[in-house]
């Protein structure tokens, strides 16, 4: 009989920035996997200065201790999933891919992380490519919204047949499952999940309020979670869409700008 603590949970680890406002970044990601019930590790990638209003400062992680964070946490603990945020150079993107490639991560959800909900760039330009060309390929699911599909495939999307059509574009760069998010469109939340084989959709209700600060990451770290779990991608991505939208209903403000989701809204 296991002892008390020693039943094993899910792991899930997080590669991405940290948030000073703990709104994104990889204190959301940590509260997201604690709130489904599965064990976060960390990577950081960059510290940023953040708040609810703006990005002040970027100070990116050496790529020597981001892999050795990488390696410190697979060789002893492992991961069942991992999710990838803001690997703001191409550099850092090499690096990352490298090591999961090198340790046979089958679980990976990639959040092309660019721009900050305050508007402020967290991807350099030269780094798109690399994303494209290294990090892709290896995903279980990558998590787009409407602006981050139109750069990663140089399209327009005004709607749901060109946000389809950015999905079987992104799909072709090589991961397997592409969910194209529609929040920045008109209308219902609606994302289109697309595995090549169809198109299926996730609806929720628009919600009035400006406190959504880490939306993205929240959402795509509730996949992995998912994913860590046991889930199949479709069904990890359904908790996931009913995980944020619940934790935005129950948002409360904090700060002046855009408050942060409530990652706790089952016991807060």
């Known amino acids: 009989m296991a002892g008390v603590g020693e ?15 703990a709104g994104a970044g990889v204190q959301a990601d940590l509260k997201t996997f604690a ?14 200065a953040q708040n609810t209003m703006q990005v002040t400062a970027v100070h990116e992680i050496p790529i020597d201790v981001i892999t050795a964070q990488i390696q410190a946490v697979l060789s002893d603990m492992g991961a069942n999933a991992v999710k990838t945020g803001m690997l703001s150079s191409s550099a850092i993107i090499d690096a990352v891919a490298g090591e999961l490639k090198l340790a046979g991560v089958e679980r990976l ?63 072709g760069m090589g991961p397997k499952v ?15 999940f697309y595995d090549g084989e169809g198109v299926r959709e996730l609806h929720a ?21 998912g994913l860590a779990s046991g889930l199949e991608p479709w069904d990890a991505v359904v908790q ?15 700060g002046q700008g855009h408050g942060p989701v409530n990652h706790f809204y089952r016991w807060v």
């Open 7 to 21: 039943a094993r949970r899910p792991i899930a680890m997080t590669i991405a920035g940290s948030d000073s406002g």
């Open 35 to 48: 709130a489904l019930g599965v064990y976060g590790a960390s990577v950081l990638t960059a510290i940023t």
């Open 109 to 171: 959800v990639v959040d092309p992380v660019m721009v900050a909900k305050s508007g402020d760039s967290l991807l350099r330009s030269d780094a798109v490519e690399a994303l494209k060309t290294q990090l892709l390929p290896l995903a279980t699911v990558v998590t787009p919204n409407i602006p981050e599909a139109e750069v990663l495939t140089g399209m327009s999307i005004q709607g749901r047949e060109e946000a389809l059509q950015a999905a079987e574009a992104i799909l």
């Open 178 to 192: 592409v969910v194209v998010k529609g929040g920045h469109l008109e209308g219902p939340a609606t994302d289109l």
């Open 205 to 225: 209700s628009r919600i009035d309020t400006k406190n959504t600060h880490g939306t993205g990451c929240t959402f795509a770290s509730a996949v992995a979670a």
């Open 240 to 254: 996931a869409k009913n995980f944020i939208t619940e934790a935005i209903q129950n948002a409360y403000a904090v």
